[in-house]
């Protein structure tokens, strides 16, 4: 198992190279949800320090269990957040890039009023109009970014999208590069408590296709640590 989470780690590395010929600084966030914390410890072995949860509790649970690594874990909540876990994430992570609602974004204003802190966040953008999936649209966006001006404890430090899902990722491009024109005219523009600094884009199925169409943060699972085991109901 450690053997092939470090091959997978290699070849991903390779590709990664491949698809990024100027060599421009790419974060990877290794996606452990539904894996144990065992997968965590040898991602952090092989110097992956990113660590990706999408479920509020599940992540909790892991924080805890590895709150004696909390120096070499960076955690990013990467999946949708309902308003009463906020109070499950906000001071443990170091980026929420699933921030998909005004009122997600009051309720880590309000949360992290009371903790005396500044959330760092990712705006979640549904780029492609999926019916099935979280996250302001496109021509939203700088209403948004307009009405979170006056917050004092939150920041959107970028955007995040999910590409449909295709058999060919060469159809996701199209979304990729909808989402990369959005951040570079979103960096020209100035609003309070906003910075176009991270572009988070990218899973195992497509990640080469976005790293071309200009992402610098993916999120890879299954091509790290092979096909997730089935959850249990
Ligand atoms: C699970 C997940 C990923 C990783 O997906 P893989 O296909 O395993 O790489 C990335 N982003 C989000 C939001 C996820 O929920």
Redesign the pocket.
Known sequence: MNRTIKKNWIDTQERIEKANPDGKEITVIA?T?THGTEVIEKALALGLREI?E?KAQEFVEKYELLESRKKDVHWHM??HLQRNKVKYVVGKTKLI??LDSMRLAKEIEKRGESEGLTVDTLLQVNAAKEDAKYGIFLEDARSFLKNIESFKHLKIRGLMT?APYYDDPEKTRECFRKLKNLFEDLKKEDYNNVSMEYLSMG???DYEVAIEEGSNMI?????LFGE?PKLKK
Not at 219 to 223: D, M, Q, S
Request: no cysteine; proline share 0%; aromatic share 0%.
């Open positions: 996606v949800k990706g999408n990467i999946g890039h699933s999910m899973m195992s199925n999120r890879l699972g299954r091509t997730r």
